[in-house]
């Protein structure tokens, strides 16, 4: 469950879906079978991270393939093609 801000420099705490946004990232993972069968499984993961509002107008997440979310401050193109 979210409880504060992705951004470590801000932790403002969750209360309301209204102020922020709000991103889900999918981890695929694969996990082996018993070794009698000798199968590999994939299984499903959802993780959820908040930004509050103040961080969301400048910065977005990034799910790095090591299970680590990076926070990025976006570019100012970025911010003009999303008004787009």
């Known amino acids: 469950m979210v409880s504060h ?3 470590p420099s801000c932790r403002a705490p969750f209360q309301y879906l209204r102020d922020g946004r709000l991103y889900k990232f999918e981890l695929n993972q694969t996990v082996q079978g018993p070794q ?3 199968s590999t499984e994939f299984t499903h993961k ?3 991270f908040w930004l509050c509002g103040r961080c969301a107008a400048t910065m977005t997440l990034e799910w790095q393939h090591e299970q680590v979310v990076v926070v990025w ?3 100012h193109d970025i911010d003009q093609a999303a008004a787009s």
Request: aromatic residues 8%; charged residues 25%; glycine residues 8%.
């Open 5 to 7: 801000c992705a951004n």
């Open 36 to 38: 009698s069968v000798g």
């Open 46 to 48: 959802f993780e959820h």
């Open 73 to 75: 401050r976006r570019s």
